[in-house]
């Protein structure tokens, strides 16, 4: 990402942020209270500390590695010396306006060894990250779950002008969700300077993990058994498990914390880009997860889904740089990328992610399509729930008025069902915290009338179950088209189109005006069991145009808070035809575009 889209970006996620939380004009949020969120620093006298040691760190495997498991699960199982968590008594107290107080321990924790210091070099060798634990005033102490909130950050730990937004996240899902919230920064570790790396670059994100998948593929053509252990995937899967432990550990000694110590038995991930996909396998590898919330990674899948982009863009998104500056995609049906894709590709754990899961996707990202989940979602067991959040690209800044107040509700809605499974289980009576879970219960089909022909149609009818779930309060039909001029299948707010009606930004980016519209719309029927939705959308002259349906459920209430929990149909395409031929070998190198 260049510097100055960079920064427009953040400068525009905080404005976004800020508007999500308190700014009663927001619709769907009502809020009458401060004018801003704020926090301070401050030291207490006191020490805690933990090494795991005398403790079974992998008895919440969900598979044995040594008979069943991947590359990732051993990985993850393999025994460290290195993990250690400490509290020094640094910690941050502010007020989330019109919710509650919160205060954030300052945890530095030590998740790993990852290869070796001459193989990955110094900075990511030893995995060190700051990890705040977020606890509300308006704590509900008899709740056993938390959210695992998986981030990024630059090391070494103790950072903080990078974490702002990052802090009022955590602050707001904590006193929204009266649980605790763990935001774990530093994955991964970096910037990274590998020794052999041929051009000595300091690498982060995406850098990091296209140079570990074309280690991995090099030294998998050489036999290599350290091939295995290359993938970024597993230390960040490692780091987000040992987190969790560190958390229960934290939480079970830190008197001064909470009034008792804190019982945390389970957890509900969530992550963007590269930590939503972290999302996915630790929800792969730990029992403890019983739902998780990926942002802006949906990508499962990954070998038909990668063909797929390039049919619709005749080669790759600029976003994706990284990957072809190191020849990774001309290397798509080699079959070393298809044993990179059997350890980190979410679609290969599908059978372990049974638990709830709400999928948080932008219209108009950059690095993902509109139709990625139409390569999985059939095939995922549990409860599964998409949020598009239209008008936002992959940061999702002008999403977040959406898609918070939805995380909330999901995670709530999560832990309520998990304590009611459980009391259940027990032969308890159930009382008002086993209450029934209120998620969205809304099932969809879509079919083409007229395909291949100038009135080719998508069609979509939807069924709201108001019985098993709540009624919805509104819903939209989102719709938008393709540029016309293009000729690629693209949504993308941004692109490297030479052709530009606004000024470009740094790296020849080219921002673009694709808006995506929506009419209200009602139900074709009601019953006292389920309402039906009928919409459709006539394929454009020249072009592609797309649509889905949006609903606003009820979320949770908090004092001046209403929260809406908001739920999206898959997007449909029309028309079905693909504008590029697909590619194959070598020449789905291709170009960026």
Known sequence: MTT???????????????????????????????????????????????????LDLNKNLRVDPASNGTALDKYVATPDPSYKWEYNGTKMTGIMPGISGWTAYEVVLTSQTWLTEKEVGTVCNVWHHDMFVFVPDNLDDTVETAIMFITEGIDPPG??????????????????????TVALFQVPNQKCLFPDDPIQKHREEDAVIAYTWKKFIELTRKGDPRAQEWPLRLPMTKAAVR??????????????????????????AMG????????????????RIIGMAPIVMDAANQHQLFHRWYQNFGGWSFAIHDYTEENLMGELDSPEFQDLLDIIDPYVYRERLTMPK??????????????????????????????????????????????????????????????????????????????????????????????????????????VDVQAGPKPEKVWLQYSHTDPDSGRLDFRWFNLDKNCALPKLDGGICPIQLVWLNDVIEPVEQTDSQW????????????????????????????FFELPYTVTTQTVIVPTKLPFPDCSGAECEGKLV
């Open 4 to 54: 100055r889209k960079a920064t427009w970006l953040a400068c525009m996620a905080s404005v976004a942020l800020v508007l999500a939380l308190v700014c009663s004009t927001v619709e769907g949020i009502k809020y009458t209270g401060f004018e801003k969120p704020v926090y301070r620093r401050e030291k207490e006298d006191v020490y805690y500390s933990g090494d795991g040691k005398g």
């Open 159 to 180: 950072t903080h002008n990078d974490k702002t937004q990052n802090i009022l996240l955590g602050s707001a899902a904590a006193t929204g969700t009266k649980g605790v």
């Open 243 to 268: 987190a969790m432990d560190a958390t229960q550990d934290f939480l079970s000694k830190c008197t001064s914390c909470v009034k008792r110590p804190l019982k945390t038995t389970n957890f509900v």
């Open 272 to 287: 963007a880009s590269k930590r939503g996909w972290t999302t996915w396998t630790t929800g792969a590898v730990d029992k």
């Open 358 to 463: 709400l999928v948080i996707t932008a219209t108009g990202d950059e690095f993902f399509q509109a139709m990625d989940d139409h390569f999985w979602w059939n095939d995922m067991p549990g409860d599964n729930f998409l949020c598009r959040a239209a008008n936002a690209d992959h940061s999702e800044m002008t999403g977040i008025p959406v898609l918070l107040p939805s995380v909330i509700s999901f995670v709530v809605n999560v832990r309520n069902g998990f304590s009611q499974e459980k009391a259940l289980a027990e032969g308890r009576e159930l009382t008002v915290a086993d209450q029934v879970p209120q998620h969205p219960r809304i099932t969809w089909s879509f079919a083409h009338v007229n395909e291949g022909t100038p009135d080719e149609t998508g069609v979509m009818n939807v069924t």
């Open 532 to 559: 039906t939705y009928s919409v459709s959308l006539k394929a454009p002259p020249k072009g592609w145009g797309a649509f889905f349906v949006e609903f606003r459920f009820p979320g949770i209430s908090e004092l």
